[in-house]
């Protein structure tokens, strides 16, 4: 029998996993700049979290949940992304409360789960980095959220990223472009898709997102939901306009743009590269946008929410494809080269003496001869090679070597054992 991974699962390797580490620590130090905070939730969660939230027609929660029955017949379901268990523990910790000082901005980093045909950049268990913010309807927190997105990827190095933005508007925004959407696609009712002919009533701004191309010339021509926002949706958007120039950040609205997930409203935007690196076209890898109902669908009180999600695997292909340079993370401080049996218990002492001082150090553990050692020491990128031998163990000395240049040094044991940061500085000031 043969053991392989699950479908649409990928084992991330050292040498791949030191750039998610990268990754990863470049957006915790973003994220503290604009006082975004960590936060950690389940895996899982009861299935009606993501049903109540995402909305029971969206995709997500009708074909790619990844739901079972537990031993104890709870409906379960892994998360398929990040806000609705977030807001959930928003809501059970009561982060609403007095004592939480407004917007709560949050953020999460870890694995999501979506039952989805694998291809390049789209996996059944991926990760998102993502982030959240609750309590403020200002715009500025809206354009804010958005340019720490963009911010994060050129942080990165990503090159010919393209902002997109729409809004949604409000409650009654929404009702009036169902409407006037219904009206329009019923006429051509026979011509759709079976999934937009479902949807076309229960959830029509659905349709807007449909990957069939007929549907796509259909919708081509329907009505603008810009043209239905209220008053107030319409300010706030002309806001988030106003202040995504203040700040010189480029932007395209695209009105036929509705995202996923139903519990959006007001502004909704992606962050895409226009590269034509993952085969397609533009490559969406950050999207998020305003939810200002769900806090209080879940159960909680009225609070606004602003977020997005980052799929990370995605990040990591634009990445590599844009020939993005990575900082180098496994160059190793000191190798430790013994010859000889009796240097044994010396060479473990050194390797612990300077790993104890603050360095990284390795050493032989499989009896090589000296010459295999040194090749071991110039592939695992050494930069000093610290020698011991029968002669320097009777003399209580060790031979350094800088691999680079070739500069040699005799140093006493004991300093080693003493001092090494001072010693080493001095030995490689020469
Ligand atoms: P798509 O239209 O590509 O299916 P989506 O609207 O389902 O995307 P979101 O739910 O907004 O995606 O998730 C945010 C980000 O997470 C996406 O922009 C993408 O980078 C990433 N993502 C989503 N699904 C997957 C997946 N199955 N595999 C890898 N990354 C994903
Ligand atoms: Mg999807």
Redesign the pocket.
């Known amino acids: 029998m043969k053991y392989q991974r699950p479908k649409g699962t990928a084992d991330i390797l050292p040498d791949e996993a030191a750039n998610w580490s990268y990754v990863e620590s470049v957006a915790k130090e973003l994220f503290a700049k604009y006082r975004f905070q960590e936060i950690r939730t389940p895996m899982f969660e009861n299935f009606e979290v993501f049903s109540r939230s995402a909305g029971d027609t969206s995709?997500?929660v009708t074909k790619e949940m990844y739901d079972f029955h537990d031993k104890g017949d709870r409906h379960i379901t892994l998360r398929?992304?990040g806000t609705a268990g977030v807001v959930r523990a928003f809501v059970e910790n009561k982060l609403y409360g007095p004592e939480q000082i407004k917007p709560v901005k949050l953020y999460y980093m870890g694995p999501?789960f979506?039952y989805?045909r694998p291809q390049s950049?789209?996996?059944?268990e991926?990760?998102?980095i993502g982030v959240e913010a609750f309590g403020s309807e200002s715009a500025n927190l809206d354009v804010e959220v958005i340019a720490m997105g963009i911010h994060l990827l050129q942080k990165l190095g990503l090159k010919n990223l393209k902002l997109v933005i729409n809004s949604l508007g409000d409650q009654e925004t929404r009702a009036a472009y169902r409407k006037a959407l219904i009206d329009y696609l019923e006429p051509h009712f026979d011509e759709l898709s079976d999934d937009s002919k479902e949807r076309l009533h229960r959830n029509p701004l659905r349709v807007l997102d449909s990957k069939d191309k007929n549907d796509q010339k259909l919708v081509a021509n329907a009505p603008s939901i810009l043209d239905y926002l209220t008053p107030e949706s319409q300010q706030h958007f002309s806001t988030v306009k106003q202040l995504l120039e203040d700040l010189n950040i480029p932007y395209e609205v695209d009105a036929s743009m509705v995202?996923?997930?139903d519990y959006y409203n007001h502004t909704i935007f992606?962050i895409m590269a226009h590269d034509k690196v993952l085969g397609e076209g533009d490559?969406?890898?950050?999207?998020?946008g305003r939810y200002n109902g769900l806090v209080e669908e879940l159960g909680g009180p009225q609070t606004p929410g602003i977020g997005?999600?980052?799929?990370?695997?995605?990040?990591l292909l634009l990445m590599q494809a844009q020939q993005v340079a990575l900082p180098e993370t496994n160059a190793l401080d000191v190798y430790v080269v013994g010859i000889g049996q009796e240097t044994k218990a010396e060479t473990l002492k050194l390797v612990e003496a300077v790993r104890q001082a603050g360095y990284s150090a390795d050493q032989d553990y499989l009896d090589r001869k000296p010459k295999a050692q040194f090749k071991t020491a110039n592939r695992l990128n050494a930069k000093v090679v610290m020698t011991v031998g029968a002669e320097e163990l009777a003399q209580q000395v060790v031979n350094l070597k800088v691999m680079a240049t070739g500069v040699e040094q005799q140093v006493a044991l004991e300093d080693v054992y003493q001092n090494f940061p001072k010693l080493l500085a001095n030995f490689l000031k020469q």
């Open positions: 995709d997500i398929p992304e999501m979506r989805e950049g789209r996996l059944r991926f990760h998102q995202r996923g997930l992606e490559v969406t890898v950050c999207a998020g997005f999600g980052l799929g990370v695997e995605r990040l």
